[in-house]
T-cell receptor, first 112, second 115 residues
């Protein structure tokens, strides 16, 4: 059974700092991996999707990497801003038509 | 392009009652998935509907049931509500096509409180 773990559970950083969020999964046979952002009490916003054949994806200040063989992904946020404060969730999919398996998320606070 | 919408936004029910949550999928999407997210947890998969048929189910009891309609909108029904059913219920739509990576797009969720 696939399990996804995110470390740390919570993180507080000063504005402008670069930071890394970690995600690990137990079964390396994944189809793709997604990073989501969730504001309190709200739905999920997809940030980046990495196919199993890819090593990384970039969008603006965000960069996600994938090391499938070691079961790890990282989300790098450059020059953090208070508006980045949210919970970041990592999720993996085993096959094309299979559900997402989520971690519990990392709650990020960026202090002005 | 219209995104995924869910109704109602918030709902308060009493233990033992029944509830129906609704979801309208993103335009052109033929698959709907439902997830339950308890406070402080990641979303847990409930079930998925593709072309009006359930084609995947997570570890949830039969009192959780669903429907998908010809226009691909969907309903989640929960009977005999329990206190532990209090959660944010998320609907996600997708297009079953490898070219789209089966990427799921989530709605804003329905917050259900059972008292």
């Amino acid at each position: 059974k696939q399990e996804v773990t995110q470390i740390p559970a919570a993180l507080s950083v000063p504005e402008g700092e670069n930071l890394v969020l970690n995600c690990s999964f137990t079964d390396s046979a994944i189809y793709n991996l997604q990073w989501f952002r969730q504001d309190p009490g709200k739905g999920l916003t997809s940030l980046l999707l990495i196919q199993s054949s890819q090593r990384e994806q970039t969008s603006g200040r965000l960069n996600a990497s994938l090391d499938k063989s070691s079961g790890r992904s990282t989300l790098y946020i450059a020059a953090s801003q208070p508006g980045d404060s949210a919970t970041y969730l990592c999720a993996v999919r085993a096959g094309g038509n299979t559900p997402l398996v989520f971690g519990k998320g990392t709650r990020l606070s960026v202090i002005a | 392009e219209t995104g995924v919408t869910q109704s109602p936004t918030h709902l308060i029910k009493t233990r033992g009652q029944q509830v129906t949550l609704r979801c309208s999928s993103q335009s052109g999407h033929n698959t709907v998935s439902w997830y339950q997210q308890a406070l402080g947890q990641g979303p847990q998969f409930i079930f998925q509907y593709y072309r009006e048929e359930e084609n995947g189910r997570g570890n949830f009891p039969p009192r959780f049931s669903g429907l998908q309609f010809p226009n691909y909108s969907s309903e989640l029904n929960v009977n005999a509500l329990e206190l532990d059913d209090s959660a944010l219920y998320l609907c996600a739509s997708s297009l079953q096509r490898p070219a789209n990576s089966y990427e799921q797009y989530f709605g804003p969720g329905t917050r259900l409180t059972v008292t």
